[in-house]
């Protein structure tokens, strides 16, 4: 069975940081692309960042120069380091994963989130 758990928000002032982690725990596994998604209160949820298993990366223009996405294939881990956070940024942010569990068909899965607050 696949896990994908976040850590990593809080609370923080404008103009702060944060980095978020996420952890897909299961095995076997195959790993496809990775990414990031942030959904405010009332809000749908949108694509901050994601990463392919090559390693190409894609950002949200919002966030483009203040959020770093990367991964470490190899322990199954994402990051996102944000820097410079905005009170626009908070929100719930979700990690995602397109894995394969074993010999099954790749599939989309979530994390349950954590909440990021940016005071002004």
């Known amino acids: 069975q696949v896990r994908l758990v976040e850590s990593g928000g809080g609370l923080v002032q404008a103009g702060g940081s944060l980095r978020l982690s996420c952890a897909a725990s299961?095995?076997?596994?195959?790993?496809?692309?990775m990414g990031w998604y942030r959904q405010a209160p009332g809000k749908a949820r949108d694509k901050v960042a994601d990463?392919?298993?090559?390693?190409?990366?894609t950002y949200a223009n919002s966030v483009k120069g203040r959020f770093t996405i990367s991964r470490d294939s190899a322990k199954n881990m994402l990051y996102l380091q944000m820097n410079m956070l905005k009170p626009e940024d908070s929100g719930v942010y979700y990690c995602?994963?397109?894995?394969?569990?074993?010999?099954?068909?790749?599939?989309?899965?979530w994390g349950q989130g954590t909440q990021v607050t940016v005071s002004s």
């Open positions: 995602h994963g397109r894995i394969q569990y074993g010999l099954r068909p790749f599939q989309d899965y």
């Open positions: 299961g095995r076997p596994l195959n790993v496809n692309s």
């Open positions: 990463i392919s298993s090559g390693g190409d990366t």
